[in-house]
């Protein structure tokens, strides 16, 4: 297992509310990117973080923001949340850019 | 922006047997090419990675092949068991975004 963890594990939304994914990066990794997995895809990079500073950002709409704290622990926040949100949301630290980049378990989000 | 396209999408062997996975990009600026495995329920698991510099990599049954000119590389699993059932994604990354592959499903039968 890896040292990135994440919370919640699973969570429930209604369609229009906005939600918030944590992250805790591996110790000594200043780098956390943010993949969505729909159930049978592969990860979609959504955006990553460097030392507290968007470093990079995937096909996904403004209303998918994200922080990285001084810790380089971080959070996802989704607004006006759609259905077509419904997946797994992936964190994964780094220690450098490219390599090997280490996963969380996931969120589980499901939008109603 | 990078396109990793990857086959088969399924792929079932025979316990003992070997395993290939292809998989093709589109940006020529990639130069980390990661294989991953992820078990039902599970966060994906880096196995092999290889650089842009390098044209194979092994580690114990698990290589890897680059071919930069044609813009491919390939898994091979040798002497398949049944743990390695799972699905395997390949990724490609330019810069600082890594981009995966649709991933193929291996079912090794005992």
């Known amino acids: 297992e890896t040292g990135v963890t994440q919370s919640p594990t699973h969570l429930i939304k209604t369609r229009g509310q906005q939600v918030t994914l944590r992250c805790s990066s591996q110790?000594?990794?200043?780098?956390v990117s943010w993949y969505q997995q729909a159930l049978g895809q592969g990860p979609q990079f959504i955006f990553q973080?460097?030392?507290?500073?968007?470093?990079g950002r995937g096909n996904f709409p403004p209303r998918f923001s994200g922080l990285q704290f001084p810790n380089y622990s971080s959070e996802l926040n989704v607004n006006a949340l759609e259905l077509d949100d419904s997946a797994l949301y992936l964190c994964?630290?780094?220690?450098?850019?490219?390599?090997?980049?280490?996963f969380g378990p996931g969120t589980r989000l499901t939008v109603t | 922006g990078e396109n990793v396209e990857q086959h088969p999408s399924t792929l079932s062997v025979q316990e003992g047997d070997s395993a290939v996975i292809k998989c093709t990009y589109s940006?020529?600026?990639?130069?980390?090419f990661p294989w991953y495995k992820q078990e039902l329920g599970k966060r994906p698991q880096l196995i092999i990675d290889i650089r842009s510099n390098v044209g194979e990599k092994k580690d114990q049954r698990i290589a890897v092949t680059l071919n930069k000119t044609a813009k491919h590389f390939s898994l091979h699993i040798t002497e398949t068991q049944p743990e390695d059932s799972a699905v395997y994604f390949c990724a490609a990354t330019a810069g600082n975004k890594l981009t995966f592959g649709g991933g193929t499903r291996v079912l090794v039968k005992p």
């Open positions: 940006d020529s600026a990639s130069n980390y």
């Open positions: 110790s000594g990794h200043n780098t």
């Open positions: 973080y460097y030392r507290e500073e968007e470093n």
């Open positions: 994964a630290s780094a220690a450098e850019v490219p390599g090997e980049q280490y």
